[in-house]
């Protein structure tokens, strides 16, 4: 198990084509592209141990809650038990985490200024394969405050 200074978990969408594919046949625009389409899993300032779960995760459409406006994103937002866990796991290890809570997100496109009834999207019917995870050392200069929260009601 490694000891990282500080430490950014994510798990890649495996099926990112057919999230992107969903994405266009709903009229969004800047979506992000399929390649960098990512859960987070841990955004830690603090040193932790670190050892990855290699496994796919797979996030069925039951589980799809809503789309919701992120900082400059428009995220699809889902449960996972698993994924819970997982963050859970981490913040007992010691890791940090800059938010009240972690919710399971996806960021779709990065212009929330499209002019989408986010309400009447029609959440995606397939299921999301999630890849094993990736870590890397967090890039303290990435502008959190464009991924605050700025809906009340998106959790």
Not at 108 to 114: A, E, V
């Amino acid at each position: 198990m490694e000891v990282n200074n500080n430490l950014y978990v994510a798990r890649k969408v495996c099926n990112a084509q057919d999230l992107a594919d969903w994405a266009e046949s709903q009229g969004f625009e800047d979506i992000t592209p399929p390649n960098e389409m990512h859960v987070t899993v841990a955004y830690s300032r603090t040193p932790v141990a670190y050892e990855s779960d290699d496994e796919v995760l797979s996030v069925s459409s039951d589980n799809f809650t809503h789309m919701s406006i992120l900082g400059n994103a428009i995220a699809l937002f889902f449960n996972s038990e698993i994924l819970q866990a997982r963050w859970q796991s981490l913040i007992d290890s010691g890791a940090s985490w800059d938010f009240e809570y972690y919710t399971p997100h996806i960021s779709i496109s990065y212009n929330n200024g499209q002019l989408i009834e986010l309400d009447k999207i029609v959440l995606p019917t397939f299921d999301i394969e999630l890849c094993g995870e990736y870590a890397e050392p967090l890039d303290e200069d990435w502008n959190l405050s464009s991924s605050m929260m700025l809906n009340d009601d998106i959790i």
